[in-house]
């Protein structure tokens, strides 16, 4: 089993315990409605250029909220069966839908907390951290960058996974998967921040993310 399969079961279970009307990480969004992004992700290509361009951003909107007003229970049917076989991410889906399914599975275990609270994190397999290490350092490429720092990922264990941005250096350091969620702009997470004080004051206020 993939580390995106992996993720993918284990966020069923998740949102087949919690509801469909538990809160999330997405702002405005309930399970119910991250749930049916899921599966029009996977199951309506149309709708893909409208998560990435403002302007056909209105009608991805309209097809998922048409999708969340169907069965709880089939929409997850339809997640927890994967890409169908017209889908582009059917032969993808290790690669494309790894950060999607755990990012989103801790969107819904975090979802209501605290931002600024103290979190323990789930253990994860280790062949799931493995592959999370890829994920971690591309996204921060993307949402780092323009950051005025040198932000290093670094792992407890003293691995470093990437070095983005330039600057005083930070390093910020955590299990794979809370550099994961870090580098997705999600709180709480569990990492720390060592380097200079204004420089650190910059990436902890930065609104980096997607």
């Known amino acids: 089993m993939t580390g995106a399969q992996e993720e993918r079961a284990a966020l069923v279970r998740t ?3 919690v509801g469909p009307d538990a809160p999330t990480l997405c702002e405005g969004w309930t399970t119910r409605d991250l749930l049916a992004h899921l599966v029009v ?5 149309d709708t893909g250029p409208g998560i990435l361009i403002p302007a ?11 999708a969340a007003e169907r069965d709880f229970g089939d929409l997850l049917a339809d997640l927890a069966s994967g890409p169908p076989l017209y ?4 032969l993808v889906d290790r690669f494309a839908n790894l950060a999607e399914m755990f ?5 819904v275990l975090r979802g209501g907390v605290d931002p600024d609270s103290d979190w323990t994190p789930r253990p ?11 994920p971690a350092a591309s996204m921060a490429r993307m949402t780092l960058k323009r950051i005025p720092a040198r932000v290093t990922l670094r792992t407890p264990d003293g ?5 983005v941005g330039s600057g005083d250096e930070v390093v910020v350091t955590g299990p794979v998967g809370e550099l994961v ?7 709480p997470v569990a990492v720390t921040f060592s380097g200079a004080d204004a420089a650190v004051a910059a990436v902890r206020e930065s609104s980096h993310g997607l």
């Open 159 to 163: 691995r470093d996974l990437v070095s």
């Open 87 to 90: 889908s582009p991410f059917r």
């Open 41 to 45: 992700r996977e199951r309506r290509p």
């Open 56 to 66: 056909l951003a209105g009608y991805t909107e309209k097809v998922r909220a048409k």
């Open 103 to 107: 990012v989103h599975h801790e969107d």
């Open 15 to 17: 949102l087949e315990k």
């Open 124 to 134: 994860l397999s280790a062949s799931l951290e493995k592959e999370l290490r890829g």
């Open 181 to 187: 969620l870090f580098v997705f702009g999600r709180r």
